[in-house]
């Protein structure tokens, strides 16, 4: 199977990186990992604790079938890939109240200091419609939702003042 691209969603080829290091993970061939399987993998792969393993595993699991799939294992890897650690310790680093979530206003604060794909500090109304687009439904922000956010700001450029 090496050197070899499996098709995703929507025809999109998954990379063999993604694929590799999936395979290394799964019974007989099948792409898919229970849910206790796949929070080992996201654990010894990336460095997460288990609290943040579960999060994560229940952001990308989009079907809310228990069960992770290469290709919901994609999506997380190309949002998180590498650098977990270093979202994990941005995370941390604006959960100023160390309750594991970030609130509105921690959000808010936190997130001044980030900028867009362009290097341009955010304005108050992207940081409130970013902060809009990952709460929970009790206005929270976990670290799965965090991920996604960081991810969509990585791609955003903000308007081009004149």
Do not use: C
Not at 57 to 63: G, N, R, V
Request: glycine share 10%; net charge negative; no cysteine.
């Amino acid at each position: 199977m090496a050197g070899r691209l499996t098709k995703g969603g929507r025809g999109r080829k998954i990379p063999q990186e993604v694929i590799d290091l999936f395979d290394n993970y799964i019974d007989n061939n099948v792409r898919h990992l229970k849910k206790q399987d796949a929070v080992n993998m996201l654990m010894k792969e990336f460095g997460l604790t288990e609290i943040q393993a579960i999060q994560m595993f229940d952001t990308f699991d989009k079907d809310e079938n228990g069960v992770m799939s290469v290709w919901e294992f994609q999506q997380f890897y190309e949002t998180v890939g590498t650098s977990a650690q270093e979202m994990v310790a941005k995370f941390q680093e604006m959960d100023k109240d160390g309750s594991g979530q970030l609130d509105v206003d921690e959000a808010r604060e936190g997130l001044k200091s980030v900028s867009d794909a362009g290097g341009r500090p955010l304005e108050d109304k992207e940081i409130d419609f970013f902060i809009k687009t990952v709460q929970n439904d009790d206005g929270l922000i976990d670290l799965g939702h965090f991920s996604n956010l960081l991810h969509r700001l990585k791609l955003y450029q903000g308007p081009v003042k004149k």
